[in-house]
């Protein structure tokens, strides 16, 4: 199964590869989005849209069809992301410097005790502050380490930040690519980081967190696609394989290059989908 943006759950029948069955998960007249399953697949959290600049975080028990408001205060939040024990959530959150300002100032990197939420909506706690950077990709490599994409001006560096210690340690810059999203496989210990250059080619580079090992691979994008240089990224939880979409499209990434297109008969844009934690 499946989960993105308008939320919707694409399900393939056992052992294909045809999302053939469509499911709305959610019933407002809200425009929601950035969706992510907890770790047991139980929950989802999501961002529900209150106007340009604000948003609130949201978490759905998809067994008993209740929602929680996750987060206290509206904001300018980012896709949260479940700790591997499904206890914490990270996500960015921007900072203006004015009610009405017209673009944020910067991201802060923060917390929510998930169980706390279950009672009551959170206040979110700042791991790593605002300092004219941006945050995105927000990955956990364990219950106390998330992996991310940092962004100042126009260079990006991957980094490791230990949420107990506030260590940071840098993992990857590459001067001639731009950085566009990462996914951190806690089955393989591997962090796949989607990049292109100055020509708008993209390329997929797999980084082993132990090693240090990177392997370069050449993406045989579809024709169609190609000037395409937006492609976030997730792992298969059980495969070596990555999900992706452009338009209408799911496609899954090998790690030899080869995209399978996967065309859904919808007119929305497909964005940000996630593998259920099942495959």
């Known amino acids: 199964a499946i989960g993105l943006t308008s939320y919707l ?29 907890s770790p047991d697949g139980r929950y989802i959290a999501f961002n529900r849209h209150l106007n340009i600049h604000k948003n609130q975080i949201w978490i759905k028990d998809l067994q008993l069809d209740q929602e929680y408001l996750l987060t206290k205060d509206i904001g300018i939040y980012q896709r949260a992301a479940w700790s591997p024990d499904g206890q914490q959530i990270a996500f960015a959150s921007y900072h203006l410097k004015g009610e009405e300002q017209a673009k944020p100032e910067c991201e802060s990197l923060v917390l929510v005790s998930f169980p706390l939420a279950k009672i009551r909506p959170q206040s979110t706690k700042s791991i790593l502050p605002c300092q004219q950077r941006d945050f995105d990709s927000i990955s956990w490599v364990s219950n ?136």
């Open 9 to 37: 759950i694409f399900k393939a029948p056992t052992g294909t590869n045809i999302f053939s069955q469509i499911t709305p998960l959610t019933a407002t007249d809200k425009r929601e989005y950035l969706v992510n399953f």
């Open 144 to 279: 106390d380490e998330i992996v991310f994409i940092d962004s100042q001006s126009t260079e990006q560096d991957v980094r490791l930040l230990d949420i107990t210690t506030g260590e940071l340690t840098h993992l990857y810059k590459n001067t001639q690519q731009r950085i566009d999203s990462l996914a951190y496989s806690v089955r393989t210990g591997k962090i796949a980081i989607m990049q292109h250059d100055s020509l708008d080619i993209n390329s997929l580079n797999l980084l082993d967190i132990e090693s240090a090992e990177m392997r370069k691979i050449n993406l045989n994008i579809p024709a169609v696609f190609a000037a395409k240089t937006h492609w976030p990224i997730t792992w298969h939880p059980t495969q070596d394989k990555l999900l992706t979409s452009n338009d209408n499209t799911f496609f899954e990434i090998d790690l030899d290059g080869n995209f399978t297109a996967h065309p859904i008969a919808i007119t929305q844009t497909l964005y940000y989908p996630v593998y259920h934690p099942d495959g």
